[in-house]
């Protein structure tokens, strides 16, 4: 199956200092790449909408000065988080869109363990 | 406004003990019906899309059947190694983005 991988897979940073988080899509070129956050024992809460080339839709609540994407290539999506502090520290996973005839399929990063010390 | 609904929220099953789990959902127009395994710290993995109400998909031990109102997943002789969270998440046709329910915990014991 398609395969969609995050990098790093857990990263430690010093309150202040800012930390991206790689998202790339292996074998396909994804239509849309989307950022969650996952708190523990709750389910994905989405943070943004990327597409290749424009700026990404945030939802209501996130700040996107704050939580920076880049969607650089059909392969490719970032999340920056910038002026981290601990309350930023969660589990953040990308996930990307295949489309075929207007139909999509979506698969997800394996995540990335932020830790704000 | 679209909604997903997962029951139950919990589900303990004795090894191959069959059952299925529930995701009723109102969505302005389905596009597509998601469901994903989770196991804890990981990222979820896709197990299924549903495209129209009527369709089946099978995988193993698992099976995912849709109706306009709601999706079943059957899983069919449960091992251990089917213990995880399964999500279900539907997206509508005016938006890219799928809305998630709250996952059911599967745990299966020997």
């Known amino acids: 199956g398609a395969v969609v991988s995050q990098h790093p897979s857990w990263v430690i940073c010093k309150s202040g200092t800012s930390v991206k988080i790689e998202c790339r899509s292996l074998?396909?070129?994804?239509?849309?790449m989307f950022w969650y956050r996952q708190f523990p024992k709750q389910s994905l809460m989405l943070m943004a909408t990327?597409?290749?080339?424009?700026?990404?839709?945030?939802e209501q609540g996130v700040e996107k000065d704050k939580f920076l994407i880049n969607h650089a290539s059909l392969t490719l999506s970032t999340l920056t988080v910038t002026s981290a502090h601990p309350e930023d520290s969660s589990f953040y996973i990308c996930?990307?869109?295949?489309?075929?005839?207007?139909?999509?399929?979506?698969?997800f990063g394996e995540g990335s363990w932020l830790t704000v010390v | 406004e679209d909604q997903v609904t997962q029951s139950p929220e919990a589900l303990r099953l004795q090894e191959g003990e069959s059952s299925s789990l529930n995701c009723s959902y109102t969505?302005?127009?389905?596009?597509?019906l998601f469901w994903y395994r989770q196991d804890p710290g990981k990222g979820p993995e896709f197990l299924f899309t549903?495209?129209?109400a009527g369709e089946e998909k099978e995988k193993e031990r698992l099976k995912a059947t849709l109706t306009k109102k709601e999706s079943f997943l059957h899983i069919t002789a449960p091992k251990p190694e089917d213990s995880a969270t399964y999500l279900c998440?539907?997206?509508?046709?005016?938006?890219?983005?799928?809305?998630f329910g709250t996952g059911t915990r599967l745990q299966v014991f020997p």
């Open positions: 996930s990307a869109a295949v489309r075929d005839r207007g139909l999509d399929t979506i698969y």
């Open positions: 074998d396909f070129q994804a239509t849309t």
């Open positions: 990327s597409n290749e080339g424009s700026k990404a839709t945030y």
């Open positions: 969505v302005s127009g389905l596009r597509g």
């Open positions: 549903l495209y129209s």
């Open positions: 998440a539907v997206q509508a046709r005016n938006t890219d983005k799928l809305i």
